[in-house]
């Protein structure tokens, strides 16, 4: 994120792109929802009418995957008016002579076709997020769970880089995480291509192997999707799983549990006994919750925070680091993971990330920091780009080409099936799940429009099979008419219901995320069990 909540509260205009913040994200949607009661402009990016929505202001509702059609023509209307900021573009932008010609070819009327949405109100969003300044943006995965999701970030700087929208208080281009600790987990070295603090590996090479005392490999693992590729392949022998139920969440559910299937070992480490420690795991590690041990979280904005430990673990459970140091001591590799509290293990962490260095436990006891924080007398960063960009003073526009999704429908699969969350279950239900909150709001249901209920012939609550090109899942109905006309909405929360074996197997162009947003369907009565006589 290169803004901080806070600045919600000095934005002018706030465009929201594929992210129902309001139920995904309820402490920052509340904040923007505020924000616009008290006269903020308001653009939404999104397939489904949602609660932003009824607030007024542009709603774009595009239809799903055409995303970085939307953003090319809006920076067509920001270049061919004359709305671009002149001095931020001449001083830290280059490549804009190159988009300009680009973009030449991405007028609205284009857009509209392709996108569903008026070249009116494209022109509309486009004028008020240049004029109406300052703008800030919030994209979530509505955004990124595409096959063009990392070019559509792309496309959203670009107009962020073109109105002058980055490095300023209430602007910038802030990616909404999906799970509490996401921006932790990756800064800490859980993607294959970078080590602590978000260094690649040639970069942090010689640091970590002067602190580690140890060679880094020379090339980088596997990502998730990789893992499974290889598993189905034969080529990856053992997976361990660390509070992710790969079986449950992953897309395209047959070829996962084929590939899970392959592997001769299964660690599963995790609060919960999950899918995939239920079905396939040949040891399972019992962890602390949240409340259950000491550590850090490092949330949306940057913002890294103490956990204290309030309850005692049940059982065996022990905390995620315990864990992990205890099966290296078993593997004879005691040197590096000699550690005796969750204070040590981030210290270290300090060492290694420059950026991180000023964050002490004493520090993070009295408040959370964001970082880059250097140094014990730093107050920490709230707003990135202010002067520069990571790659020095100016950065490049990108032009970025359409490319439809394959997942398209057709005679056999006629209907547009998204998926999401909802307020009341969190992600894979894994905890959820095992709470009263189904009370609240029921599990997965499909969410169709009244005018697709008649032509089906389907009433509230009946129970259908919803069919795609690579499996199946039966859920009931509920009508709603937030989405359009042959378009569909679901969640992924429960079990019973195992919603992914309908999503398929496409994959993000840059960072292999699944492509859950697109998935073409049919739709079919559920048979009715037999009434004993």
Known sequence: ATNSFDDIERART???????????????????????LRGAQLIVIDPRRIELTQLGGVHLQLRPGSNVALL??????????GLLDDSFVASRVD????????????????????????????????????THKPAMCWHGLGMTEHVQGTESVMCLVNLALLTGNLGKPGSGVNPLRGQNNVQGAAHMGCEPAHLPGYATLDNGRELFERHW??????????????????????????????????????????????????LPLVIVQDIFLTETAREFAHVVLPAAASY???????????????????????????????????????LGQRQGFAFRSAEEVWDEVRRVWKAGAGMSYARLDRAGLQWPCPSEDHPGTALLHADSFSLGVRA?????????????????????????????????GTMTGRTRNHEL?????????????????LHEGERVVVRSRHGSASLPVHIDDAARPGELFTTFHTAQVFLNHVTGPHR????????????????ERAAQPAVAG
């Open 508 to 523: 993000d162009n840059v960072t292999r995320a699944p492509e859950y947003k697109v998935t073409a369907v049919a739709l």
């Open 292 to 330: 259950e041990k000491e550590g850090t979280f490092m949330n949306g904005e940057r913002r890294v925070q103490r956990v204290r430990k309030a309850v005692q673990a049940p059982g065996h459970a022990r905390a995620d680091w315990e864990i992990v140091c205890a099966l290296a001591s078993q």
């Open 14 to 36: 706030i465009l929201v792109c594929g992210a129902n913040a309001t139920e995904n994200h309820p402490i920052v949607g509340a904040r923007i929802r505020q924000a616009v």
């Open 95 to 130: 490549g804009l002579a190159e988009l300009r010609a680009f973009v030449a070819a991405f007028p609205p009327e284009r857009a509209a076709a392709v996108c569903g949405v008026s070249a009116e109100s494209i022109e509309k969003a486009a004028r008020l997020y240049a």
């Open 441 to 457: 709001r029921p599990p997965d249901m499909l969410e169709l429009c009244a005018q697709d209920a008649a032509q089906h012939g």
């Open 213 to 262: 005392q140890a060679p880094l490999p020379t090339t980088a693992g596997l990502d998730l999707m990789q893992m499974m590729d290889a598993a189905q392949a034969g080529r990856l022998k053992a997976l361990y799983a660390i509070g992710y139920d790969v079986l449950l969440t992953n897309p395209n559910t047959n070829v996962t549990r084929e590939a899970l299937r392959k």
């Open 72 to 81: 090319n023509a809006m920076a067509h209307v920001i270049l061919r008016e």
């Open 396 to 428: 490049a526009l990108r032009c970025i080409d359409y490319r439809p999704t394959s997942e398209v429908c057709d005679e056999r699969y006629p209907l547009l099936l998204i998926t999401g969350r909802r307020l009341h279950h969190f992600n894979a």
